[in-house]
């Protein structure tokens, strides 16, 4: 099983960024899907998630406003976390999770940092 991240970098203030991760080994379309982040000296914490079927749930309020965007691709195997707005304190490494009755898979990460 693989879930590989991609889409992280610097981006000042502001900016956006889209998140991918691809999946191997896994009927994808039976998983639930989630992204997670994990700041310095802080715990791993939720971003959001999206289910087979597309229900999302997001953990902040600011997903509220339209700042982060969950998604998925079944033909492609593929989460998607669009960011939008970024802020300095975003700045973390967002790692990609697969979910379902019996398994639970991690990707590496992926380094996000919001800095001017």
């Known amino acids: 099983v693989q879930l590989a991240e991609s889409g992280g970098g610097l981006v000042q203030p502001g900016g956006s960024l889209r998140l991918s991760c691809a999946s191997s080994?896994?009927?994808?379309?039976?998983?639930?899907m989630g992204w997670y982040r994990q700041a310095p000296g802080n715990q791993r914490e939720l971003v959001a998630t999206?289910?087979?079927?597309?229900?999302?749930?997001?953990a902040y309020a600011d997903n509220g406003e339209g700042r982060f965007t969950i998604s998925r691709d079944n033909a492609k195997n593929t989460v998607y976390l669009e960011m939008n707005s970024l802020k300095p304190e975003d700045t973390a490494v967002y790692y990609c999770?697969?979910?379902?009755?019996?398994?639970?898979?991690w990707g590496q990460g992926t380094q996000v940092t919001v800095s001017s």
């Open positions: 080994g896994i009927i994808f379309n039976l998983y639930e």
């Open positions: 999770k697969a979910a379902s009755r019996f398994n639970t898979y």
């Open positions: 999206i289910t087979s079927g597309g229900s999302t749930i997001y």
